[in-house]
């Protein structure tokens, strides 16, 4: 097998391998030709080679996200690792497992005028759970002096021996400090930050290894509740009329059926979801935005409950914020084994343990369900909400929001539906999605800037066949996630185009002035049909209901290329289709 001759490129290798990280997304560069070179020619890893590096690292936090596992990250020195930020601050927000190997300079060339070379070391502080910085092997840092090079000295002997412990002592450092990045990426799960010094020559090769790295391995003990904590809840909780349970952001499958069963019959209960909550009950309550934006104060001080439970990421809905900011409930506990948001400025408990384990302390311990009309109450208003928006649905003209419809009723079972964010995941909250479905969305930070190349990561980790639905501006922004070389056949995309961010005509502001226009809605006559000529994409266009009803009947069939949709609707009349819909809802 071939190797880089360099020990510390080897000792990156080999630790990534003893330690399970097998995806590697590589962006060309000659820095990290050690790295590059080592990766490739191990059988081990599946690499990938992508050009551009803010793609290559939404491509990799799409894969981990769907295989749970660390998957790394490659790149040469200089601006090249600044492009990684938006991807590392979303996995940071999300708790995805990513490791970012840069490679970088040795030290005595950085700060003199060098090309291709910035401060990388600790260059993702406040947004990476550890930054591992390696040092140089001293014969690469040509400390170590030859015999010819040498001085007569007295102490030779003893220089040797000190530089050779120097040595050791950094070989220690380096393979501590990469061992421990990688061991938080998969127990905290989130980003960590592997910067690696590398010195020319770059390209040599050896045919067997010089080193044999440690591996430490660390196990973690789950945190048992403590008991006094749960008693002073069991009281609340057994005198509590309205109780709400509220789910962020949740992969699929993380809570078991009898949780859900056990909570939806309890009438002082209620369970709010959204999409990327992935938990279907009949009981539940989706769509937030539903429910709660046609509220009167009188019935907003009604549905305020008295115990809030969340568990999951970031909450979509903003309304559900506000509305819990302003009515607040006397208790609010959040279950993470990571972290706590007080989002809504009353938080008192966080519970450090999954919710699975969380439920299976308490619930059984629940003496009695205390006798209450706030599921019952809040039953009604939601089946209520249900009929008009059917009833909405048949008289609306084609806009985003029938689009929206007629799209999500397309999708086959047991697939995967990956969300732009902005307009798309917010018109995705009003609508039932088939419970088979897994929605996902980059919500850590809510950027527009990664969507497509997470999508297209997911789809080649997994091998549920994949769709995004994405409004214009996220597309066409992250239009270099279609330079990728291993986008599956069955992968499809659907493209809402209303010329522009539509958003904006949703939020205060002068719409339809050349300010607007220009500075906030941004809009364009652009059109996705030529970069999917060039990127080998089938493409297809709908501009009316029917067209889009036919263009549907097939687009999920199979194809010897990937598919896009591309929906063209009125952005003059989406904003007010909408916002007239809270108000028929009512």
Not at 238 to 244: D, E, F, H, P, V
Not at 479 to 504: D, E
Request: aromatic share 10%; hydrophobic share 35%; charged share 25%.
């Amino acid at each position: 097998m071939t190797y880089p001759k360099i020990p510390l490129a080897q000792t990156v290798i080999q630790l990534c391998k003893s330690k399970g990280v097998k995806h590697i997304v590589i962006s060309p560069g000659s820095r990290n030709a050690p790295l590059t070179i080592g990766f490739t020619n191990d059988p081990f890893f599946n690499c990938y080679s992508i050009v551009d590096e803010r793609c290559a690292a939404f491509f990799a936090l799409g894969m981990a996200q769907q295989l749970h596992e660390p998957t790394a990250i490659i790149c040469t020195s200089g601006s090249a690792l600044l492009n990684y930020y938006p991807a590392v601050s979303e996995a940071f927000f999300s708790d995805i497992p990513l490791v970012v190997i840069s490679a970088d300079r040795p030290k005595h060339l950085i700060g003199i005028g060098d090309g291709q070379t910035i401060n990388q070391q600790n260059v993702f502080e406040k947004h990476i759970l550890y930054s591992a910085n390696l040092k140089l092997d001293l014969k690469d840092e040509k400390q170590v002096p030859s015999h010819e090079e040498l001085p007569i000295m007295k102490n030779l002997e003893s220089k040797f021996e000190r530089l050779l412990g120097l040595q050791k002592d950094i070989q220690t450092h380096n393979e501590e400090e990469i061992n421990a990045a990688i061991n938080f990426a998969g127990i905290k799960k989130g980003p960590v930050h592997i910067n690696v010094p590398l010195d020319e020559p770059l390209y040599e090769t050896v045919d067997t290894l010089s080193l044999s790295p440690k591996t430490i391995e660390v196990t973690i003990k789950p945190e048992n509740i403590e008991d006094y904590l749960l008693e002073s809840c069991f009281e609340d909780w057994n005198s509590a009329t309205k109780k709400m349970i509220l789910v962020g952001v949740n992969a699929p499958n993380q809570l078991e059926q009898k949780w859900l069963d056990e909570l939806a019959e309890d009438d002082s209960v209620i369970v709010l979801t959204e999409t990327t909550s992935n938990l279907n009950h009949p009981s539940f309550f989706p769509s937030i935005d539903k429910l709660i934006a046609p509220l009167t104060d009188e019935e907003k001080q009604q549905l305020q409950p008295d115990i809030l439970v969340t568990f999951g990421g970031l909450i979509v809905s903003k309304k559900i914020k506000q509305f819990l900011r302003k009515y607040q409930p006397k208790h609010h506990w959040h279950i993470d084994t990571k972290k706590a948001n007080d989002t809504f400025f009353c938080l008192e408990n966080h519970f450090k343990s999954t919710p699975n384990a969380f439920f299976e302390a308490f619930l059984p311990r629940v003496t009695h369900f205390v006798k209450s009309n706030y599921k019952a109450t809040w039953t009604a208003v939601k089946e209520h909400r249900t009929k008009r928006h059917k009833a909405y649905m048949l008289e609306i003209p084609f806009s985003d929001f029938l689009a929206f419809k007629y799209v999500l009723k397309s999708i086959p079972k047991n697939y995967i539906l990956q969300s732009g964010n902005s307009s798309t995941i917010r018109y995705i909250q009003l609508f039932k999605i088939q419970k088979s479905i897994e929605v996902f969305c980059n919500r850590g930070t809510s950027g527009i800037d990664g969507s497509t190349s997470t999508a297209i990561g997911c789809a080649v980790a997994t091998e549920k066949p994949t769709v995004l639905i994405t409004g214009d501006l996220s597309f066409f922004y992250d239009s270099n996630a279609l330079w990728n070389n291993y986008i599956p056949k069955n992968f499809r995309i659907v493209v809402v185009n209303n010329q522009g961010g539509g958003i904006f005509r949703i939020l205060p502001g002068h719409k339809d002035t050349e300010n607007f226009d220009t500075y906030f809605e941004t809009n364009h006559k652009l059109t996705a049909e030529h970069l999917c000529h060039m990127y080998g994409f089938k493409y297809e266009a709908a501009k009316d209901k029917e067209a889009l009803k036919t263009a549907l009947e097939s687009f999920y069939n199979e194809d010897k290329q990937p598919k896009l949709l591309e929906i063209f609707t009125p952005k003059q009349i989406n904003d007010e289709v909408l916002l007239k819909y809270f108000e028929f809802v009512k």
